[in-house]
């Protein structure tokens, strides 16, 4: 099932579409964005040299960090005026990394979501019950978008509040729903204390990403609720939802939108462009985008390329399902978390060291943090001289401090992550000190 005519064309058709889309992008950002023009410059490469898809090894790579560098707005290309919807996502230091959309770009980005409910077998028969997050994070508004643009009513719920998700889903008739896979998890928890019967309800599909997550985690959704779910891929930095999408024939890889977005691999080490089928970084351009058009954009998402035919009948190339990055961003609960972000929490906090370790769990189905920090020498021994000399008043008074350092870092913590953490402050020299690069994280999560 194909919601447009650019998903079934052949391979040269799909080229000339990317290549006059690349030289158009290239030349505009040259022509209206200073930032890109330099960089260009220095690469002495001209929008003019881009003379078949190949020559799109001569433009530097951007990152997150050019993004960074440049916040809020200085890679945009199209004037305020043309902006007419922005977006965020977080960053190390706090600092989110802004996005915006022209007009035509919410279009662009409405019918790569339109492609991705079709490939899940959403249409106008369809209520879809959009769980995505509504706000600076992209998915609520994506997928609403896209929901919207099949003709399916879209209920706006957003995520959380659980019980009236299901109270919604029965009343509404709820068919379709997009979210998180671990929510899924967590609402079928919930649904079942409550003595629901998810398969006597009349759900039929869903639309699931966001977040790494497994076939194992597909095939149990499926089963707790009497589903299909289809993958959905993307960031924000290049639309948001709607890069690459599964369709429910095959639910095998993800189909991009590769007329709006062009996807390369590269070796992470070298920046080496490597053939389809291997696995590598993916990089991608986006060839049709007019408020930030960004080229050759490192995710640091880990897949590979297919372009083998899909029994759909789709021709736009597949990636495979993203289980890992090349950095060490956590996403929890559909939240990117980096280390570092905690990192600079505890650094601004007196009596604990920047030695700590997250651990990350799967309690039921959702995912939580735990930090454990490492309190300072100093902070130590004034507590253990108090308790030796028995003042009791002094003694409380440590108890009270430690106390309230534990709430206080949990809360600086979650200011800066948008998520809970639990703290817990641990003697010096207790955490492994490692000889290489640190270990910062400690995964328990299972699939
Ligand atoms: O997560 C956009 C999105 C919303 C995608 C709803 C799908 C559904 P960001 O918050 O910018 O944007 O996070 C992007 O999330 O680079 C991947 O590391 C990860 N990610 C997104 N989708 C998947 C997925 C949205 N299906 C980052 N599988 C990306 C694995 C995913 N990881």
């Given at each position: 099932m194909a919601w447009s005519p650019e998903e079934t064309i052949n391979r040269s058709e799909m080229q000339a579409l990317q290549l006059a889309g690349l030289q158009k992008t290239v030349t505009t950002v040259y022509e209206r964005n200073a930032v890109y023009r330099q960089t260009l410059d220095d690469a002495g490469v001209k929008p003019s040299d881009i003379k078949s898809l190949d020559d799109i090894k001569l433009i530097p790579f951007t990152t997150k960090q050019d993004l960074r560098d440049n916040y809020p707005f200085k890679l945009f290309t199209a004037s305020p005026k043309e902006i007419v919807e922005y977006h965020a996502t977080s960053g190390t230091t706090g600092k989110p990394i802004a996005v915006g959309y022209t007009r035509e770009d919410l279009e662009v980005w409405s019918e790569a979501m339109a492609r991705t409910c079709t490939g899940a077998g959403?249409?106008?028969?369809?209520?879809?019950?959009?769980?995505f997050g509504y706000g600076l994070f992209t998915g609520g508004l994506g997928a609403h978008y896209g929901a919207l643009k099949v003709g399916a009513g879209v209920i706006p719920i957003s995520g959380g509040n659980s019980q009236k998700q299901i109270m919604l889903m029965e009343d509404f008739g709820t068919t379709a729903l997009t979210s998180t896979p671990s929510f899924l998890i967590h609402l079928h928890e919930v649904g079942e204390q409550m003595g629901v019967d998810?398969?006597?309800?009349?759900?039929?599909?869903?639309?699931?990403g966001a977040e790494p997550w497994s076939e194992a985690m597909r095939q149990s959704i499926q089963e707790k609720f009497g589903i299909t779910v289809c993958d959905i891929y993307g960031l924000s930095e290049i639309t948001g939802p709607g890069v690459s999408f599964e369709c429910v024939e095959e639910q095998n890889g993800l189909h991009i939108n590769?007329?709006?977005?062009?996807?390369?691999?590269?070796?992470?080490?070298?920046?080496?462009?490597?053939?389809?089928?291997?696995?590598?970084?993916?990089?991608?351009?986006?060839i049709n985008k007019h408020g930030q058009p960004l080229l050759r954009y490192r995710t640091r998402d880990i897949s590979r390329l297919s372009y083998e035919p899909c029994s759909c009948g789709g021709t736009l190339v597949k990636m495979a399902r993203v289980t890992g990055r090349s950095d060490d961003m956590l996403i929890i609960r559909g939240v990117n978390v980096y280390p570092s972000q905690i990192e600079s929490v505890i650094l601004k906090r007196e009596g604990v060291s920047p030695h700590y370790m997250i651990i990350v769990e799967r309690k039921g189905a959702m995912d939580s943090l735990r930090v454990k920090v490492e309190v300072t020498e100093e902070f130590m021994i004034k507590a253990a001289a108090d308790i030796l000399m028995g003042d009791e008043f002094d003694i409380l008074e440590d108890v009270a401090a430690v106390r309230s350092k534990k709430r206080n870092l949990q809360q600086d913590i979650k200011d800066v992550i948008g998520i809970s953490v639990e703290v817990h402050l641990v003697p010096p020299n207790s955490i492994a000190r490692s000889e290489g690069k640190a270990k910062r994280i400690e995964d328990r999560r299972t699939d």
């Open positions: 959403i249409t106008s028969d369809d209520v879809v019950q959009n769980i998810f398969k006597k309800l009349g759900l039929k599909k869903a639309i699931c590769e007329d709006f977005f062009y996807p390369e691999i590269i070796n992470p080490e070298t920046g080496e462009v490597l053939p389809a089928g291997e696995e590598g970084e993916l990089v991608f351009t986006t």
